[in-house]
């Protein structure tokens, strides 16, 4: 339905009936009011599946956790998980020793996500970037959550986790998954 509304602006028909437009036998056709009722359904259901789909997220993490954070990628592509989002991170590093422009880099994927997932490990506390990257989620308004592998989180959190008191979860789909909804929304 969608392509017929298009087509009638385009050839700027605003008139009660929009007979004819596919072709065929004539007769019939879609009132105007008709369509703009499909129109706001299509677009309601459109809304309905993208909340429901995935988030958009940016993971936070140390260079040495690269095979754990893959395997997260990994596990939020299958589809028999429901784990669902959309990973906007970095994937290889940039190639480059210019700090301001690797900070610009990494702000315009943030800026593509509502929330940030930070890896939580010795080497994320410790990580100069991994505690940028949770400030400035923070300042773009972004959700953040904290997430680690194991019984307990690691004895040391990044310091900007423990200054913005940052929910942190263990690593489990489903608490993962309301983690990133409740950040999404409380953002």
């Given at each position: 339905?969608?392509?017929?509304?298009?087509?009638?602006?385009?050839?700027?028909?605003?008139?009660?009936?929009l007979g004819g437009v596919?072709?065929?036998?004539?007769?019939?056709?879609?009132?105007?009011s008709h369509l703009k009722q499909l129109e706001a359904k299509a677009k309601k259901s459109l809304q309905?599946?993208?909340s429901s789909e995935g988030r958009h997220v940016f993971i936070s993490f140390a260079h040495e956790d690269l095979n754990d954070v893959n395997l997260l990628r990994g596990q939020a592509k299958n589809e028999k998980s429901d784990l669902v989002f959309d990973d906007y991170s970095v994937k290889e590093p940039f190639?480059?020793?210019?700090?301001?422009?690797?900070r610009q880099k990494i702000r315009e994927k943030i800026e593509r996500t509502s929330v940030t997932v930070v890896y939580l490990t010795k080497d994320?506390?410790?990580?100069?970037?991994?505690?940028?990257?949770?400030?400035?989620?923070?300042?773009?308004?972004?959700?953040?959550?904290?997430?680690?592998?194991?019984?307990?989180p690691?004895?040391?959190l990044p310091a900007a986790i423990v200054d913005s008191g940052c929910k942190v979860v263990k690593w489990s789909h489903e608490e993962l998954t309301k983690a990133i909804e409740h950040a999404c929304k409380n953002r």
């Open positions: 339905m969608r392509i017929l509304y298009f087509m009638c602006r385009n050839s700027g028909e605003n008139s009660a009936r596919m072709g065929g036998s004539g007769g019939g056709g879609i009132s105007y309905d599946a993208a190639d480059s020793e210019n700090a301001d422009y690797i994320s506390a410790s990580s100069s970037w991994v505690n940028w990257e949770i400030k400035e989620s923070i300042k773009l308004g972004k959700g953040v959550v904290g997430m680690y592998k194991g019984d307990n690691p004895s040391k």
